[in-house]
């Protein structure tokens, strides 16, 4: 019942607003978030929910509740439930997403953040920090998906030096715990918040600057940095746009139809809608269109936190993927994750779904050092 209460759920009135943007309830009529309201508040036993597990905490559901019904922020609570009840979710993978978290909490392991970048172009005492989060690790684990997460990183920093910024690379910075606080696993994910909260407030910084939305969400809602102001590169990027540009700032052309992917953490739980369009809008020849579901009715990349990757999410996946095919050539995310995920159902599943993916980072940063001309195109 408390689970009940903080998530508002008893001021539900059964409109139906969530289940009719869902996209687990759009492929899979069996799922809604309404009627698991609605049982909740019947004394049903909410461990037998499959929602449980399946819903991706996309937010689309509390975005258009006109009670405010927090229903990513209640399943959250049920997970925990269920993890200590013995029911955990399908992990993917192996579960070795959920294996590096882990490490970093347990065993206090500092990845070799330095060795992702090159050291020339970074500060190990500014005041503006880049958090590189775990998405280099990516490219171990899913380099059969052709990579591209260090890029990111090294993309990111030569943004930033192009506005005058040579970011501090933060040694002792830990993954974030985005996956393991949204699964349930609080007791790890309360470790790598001290953890980092620690070093990052003695670290002397005045700003953090995030390429990864999971990262970018997990500490602007849940650490405590007070006196630290938290951005996400695009807002850094379109913020100086609006100063007037800067010779730095020259965009060179990249032809081509593109869409955009709202991650879920930045668009919706953030509000982080217009800078990566601004942006991506200021590059010549690029022509961008709005998929049918776009901004804050943004439709999810399928998978959240590594777990569930079955038939629901696979549907889920090639919806969104046909979507974006309908008016553009590439699907352009600035999530690492949807970024693999998507890779991979173009690659299996949706095959047939002639659409290249790209990061938005890596897509500015080619841009902003000379576009087609530097790739001879
Ligand atoms: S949108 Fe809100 S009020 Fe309407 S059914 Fe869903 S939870 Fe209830
Ligand atoms: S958070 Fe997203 S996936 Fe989960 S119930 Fe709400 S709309 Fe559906
Ligand atoms: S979509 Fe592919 S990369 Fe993503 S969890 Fe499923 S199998 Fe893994």
Redesign the pocket.
Known sequence: MEILREARAFQCYSCGK?TA?????AVDESLS?RRTVERGMAGADLYQEE?VWS???????SYVCPEDVD??GF?RSLREGMLEAGRPPDYTHGEIMQAIPRLLANRGLTPKRYDWVDRSKVSEDGKVALFLGCGPYLDTVFGYLGGGHIEIAKAAVDILNRLGIKPRILEAEACCGHDLLWTGETGTFEKLRARNQANLSSAGIEKIVFTCPECYATLKEKYKLPGIQLVHLSEVVSAAMGDGGTAALAFAPIAGRVTYQDPCRLGRHLGVVGPPRQVLDAIPDLKRAEMAHSGGLSR?CGISAWIQCNATAKRMQLERVREAREVADTLITNCPKCLVHFKCVLREEGKDVPLRVEDWTVLVARSLSGGDARDGG
């Open positions: 969530c943007v869902c996209p687990v309830a978030p929602l819903c991706v905490t996309c937010k689309a559901c229903f990513p399943v999810c």
